[in-house]
């Protein structure tokens, strides 16, 4: 499997899932954060897909089942808790990976180098928000608990080899990126008066087999509109 | 967009480069500080326009009135030995 289609795609199904919020988000302020997050990775993505391919054929023109990003972050935004702590989940495993992939030797580190900082600030974002959530009014503490729990099951499928990253010269070890992210997530879970589910990190029918190409329900309904313009407007230009 | 009217209002200030001062740039709303220096970067400072962030609380700015404006300002409108205009600036000068 391509190393660089897992990543962007990631960053290209994460970015549009946040993207999502433009004009539903809670506050003005919130918005324009989940946009510029949202538009981070869209960079993101454009440089990885196009390490993989055509960056527009790739994202526009690929059936549901060649997409090998991880189902944590096709998962729908729900409630804005829920969109926190697939963030939570997320870019703290991304901000470790990418950490590692740009103090290794491999093909990402360039790449994974210049990423980091934004990625930093995901992070920080979203540890920011799982506090004030947590710890505030009753209503955000039972709906942030509820996010955290829906999509334990997901986080998994991070710690699995990806081929083609996970050489002797990435940096990346993933026992030891589950160990780190686990204490990470904990400290801020915890000081958030959360409590981290503790229950399988994946499972069902193929829960955690984003990689291989196989989706959750909802993912092919976010495809259809990603990619209904360009599908419809083959080769149109602004 | 109701629960915004719950947060205060911070106003921005924002050090665009080494050497200047801090410019009041505009005014969001944030539930607390560490929020609003977050929401300050995200709305100010997203094209590099900022080395530095201050926030202060809106309620904290103590404004002069508009109706306090002759008093205040009128003064010094007719001295004009208060200001520098008889010097020619030098080229390498650009913040003056």
């Known amino acids: ?238 | 967009m109701s629960s915004s009217t719950d947060w205060p209002l911070w106003e921005v200030f924002v050090r665009s480069r080494r050497g200047l001062s801090h410019t009041h740039a505009g005014s969001l709303h944030a539930p607390d500080a560490e929020m609003a220096l977050r929401n300050a970067r995200d709305l100010y400072t997203r094209r590099s326009e900022g080395v530095s962030i201050w926030v202060v609380p809106s309620t904290a700015v103590t404004a002069s009135s508009p109706d306090e404006k002759d008093s205040f300002f009128e003064p010094a409108a007719d001295k004009p030995y208060r200001h520098p205009t008889f010097y020619e600036i030098p080229d390498g000068v650009k913040h003056l």
């Open chain 1, 1 to 238: 499997m391509n190393a660089a289609l897992a990543l962007g795609d990631d960053a290209l199904v994460l970015s549009h899932r946040l993207g999502e919020w433009a004009g539903h988000a809670p506050v003005l302020e919130e918005e324009v954060a989940l946009a510029n997050i949202a538009l981070d990775l869209l960079g993101q993505a454009r440089v990885l897909l196009s390490l993989a391919g055509d960056e527009d054929e790739l994202a526009y023109l690929r059936e549901e089942r060649a997409f090998r990003n991880l189902q944590l972050v096709e998962q729908p935004n729900g409630d804005f808790a829920h969109t926190i702590v697939r963030q939570l989940y997320f870019s703290v495993y991304q901000h470790l990976l990418y950490e590692r992939l740009a103090a290794g030797d491999g093909a990402f580190a360039p790449l994974a180098a210049k990423a980091v900082k934004e990625v930093a600030y995901h992070r920080d974002h979203a540890e920011q928000w799982v506090l004030r959530l947590g710890d505030g009014t009753e209503e955000s503490h039972r709906r942030t608990q509820a996010g955290l729990d829906a999509l334990w099951r997901f986080t998994g499928e991070m710690f699995q080899p990806v081929e083609g990253l996970d050489g002797p010269d990435s940096g990346v070890d993933r026992e030891e990126l589950r160990t780190t992210w686990l204490t990470a997530v904990t400290e801020t879970v915890e000081r958030a008066t959360l409590n981290l589910p503790t229950g399988p990190q994946s499972g069902g029918w193929a829960a955690g087999a984003g990689r291989q190409g196989l989706h959750t329900e909802p993912f092919g309904r976010m495809i259809a509109e990603m990619q209904h313009l360009h599908r419809s407007h083959p080769g149109a230009s602004w």
